[in-house]
């Protein structure tokens, strides 16, 4: 299976909102609701911060948000802060029991 | 509070099989979710491997599936992975972690991972 598609960076100042793309396909973004978003500060493991498109796990800032729109899912994240800055990972079921993963972004807060 | 630890050889050779496991603390494996593996190359991005539930009933990503076996120990709270034929490719930071909603996503809770260099 095919990877997501993430752009590789993205980037805003503080207070700022910014925007990150996960583009897939019919077979996975675009048929099932089960995009997940994974937040990954170095040398540390990945942090679930948004699930089921739009779900937000408990102590996960209402800063993060989630959609969806055709094969494309996005995260949104608002009012930026210097810890925001971090990896952020996109997945989503494709079917017959399988994950795919994006490539990730890299958001540097200026 | 659930907590996942991995451990296994940090070192293995070209061609060798190695064994991971990770630990759970915090929740019992027999009460019920998926639990699975991930891995992360050096500099890139995730890879899911698989996941496997207290019953043994298995899931693995297509490319790997010829190479790969899960399996769970309930006695231990443990489960392990098992990748043969390895090569350099196969280097990587490797995570387990539990599986909530459906037997391969979302991952809720990680382990801090284990890095596995293959090299003769």
């Known amino acids: 299976q095919s990877a997501l598609t993430q752009p590789p960076s993205a980037s805003g100042s503080p207070g700022q909102s910014v925007t990150i793309s996960c583009t897939g396909t019919s077979s996975d973004v675009g048929t099932y609701n089960y995009v997940s978003w994974y937040q990954q500060h170095p040398g540390k493991a990945p942090k679930l911060i948004i699930f089921e498109v739009s779900k937000r796990p408990s102590g996960v800032p209402d800063r993060f948000s989630g959609s969806k729109s055709g094969n494309t899912a996005s995260l949104t994240v608002s009012g930026l802060q210097a810890e925001d800055e971090a990896d952020y990972y996109c997945?989503?079921?494709?079917?017959?029991?399988?994950?795919?993963f994006g490539g990730g972004t890299k958001l540097t807060v200026l | 509070q659930v907590q996942l630890q991995e451990s296994g050889p940090g070192l293995v050779k070209p061609s060798e099989t190695p064994s991971l496991t990770c630990t759970v603390s915090?929740?019992?494996?027999?009460?019920?979710?998926?639990w699975g593996w991930i891995r992360q190359p050096p500099g890139k991005g995730l890879e899911w491997i698989g996941s496997?539930?207290?019953?043994?009933?298995?899931y693995y990503n297509p490319s790997l599936k010829s190479r790969v076996t899960i399996s769970v120990d309930r006695s231990k709270n443990q489960f392990s992975l098992k990748l043969s034929s390895v090569t350099a490719a196969d280097t990587a930071v490797y995570y387990c972690?539990?599986?909530?909603?459906?037997?391969?996503?979302?991952?809720?809770?990680w382990g801090q991972g284990i890095l596995v260099t293959v090299s003769p």
């Open positions: 997945s989503s079921y494709a079917g017959s029991d399988n994950v795919v």
């Open positions: 915090g929740y019992s494996i027999s009460s019920g979710y998926y």
């Open positions: 496997i539930y207290h019953t043994g009933s298995t």
């Open positions: 972690a539990r599986v909530v909603a459906t037997a391969v996503t979302p991952l809720d809770y």
